[in-house]
């Protein structure tokens, strides 16, 4: 049984930082790509980052672009997310996506087969 389950979310002032996590289990961890996305109220889910394996290749969203990092640790099966200079509009629910579709983009939610439970991101200005 695939599992992924995120933790790290939490409330926060405009600058600061967070770090989110996403461990996986029962899935082959090191396949393709894993990702981030994120859905704010009345909003739909929108891609945040991405990452491949074979050169751990990773794709941004142009609104989190060199504020956001993402990076797995095959050896502890889990994906990060690091957030500096959260803005107010960062403000959403973070999940946590595996196994994207062959063909399909990192950016697509309907794209990857497995999903988190979600974390609360909240950003106060």
């Known amino acids: 049984q695939v599992r992924l389950v995120e933790s790290g979310g939490g409330s926060v002032q405009a600058g600061g930082s967070l770090r989110l996590s996403c461990a996986a289990s029962g899935y082959t961890y090191s396949s393709i790509c894993m990702g981030w996305f994120r859905q704010a109220p009345g909003k739909e889910r929108e891609g945040v980052a991405a990452i491949y394996t074979g050169g751990g290749i990773t794709y941004y969203a142009d609104s989190v672009k060199g504020r956001f990092t993402i990076s797995r640790d095959n050896a502890k099966n889990t994906l990060y997310l690091q957030m500096n200079s959260l803005k107010p509009e960062d403000t959403a629910m973070y999940y946590c996506?595996?196994?994207?579709?062959?063909?399909?983009?990192?950016?697509?939610?309907?794209?990857?087969?497995?999903w988190g439970q979600g974390t609360q991101v909240t950003v106060s200005s």
């Open positions: 996506a595996a196994d994207l579709t062959y063909g399909g983009s990192w950016y697509t939610a309907r794209d990857f087969g497995y």
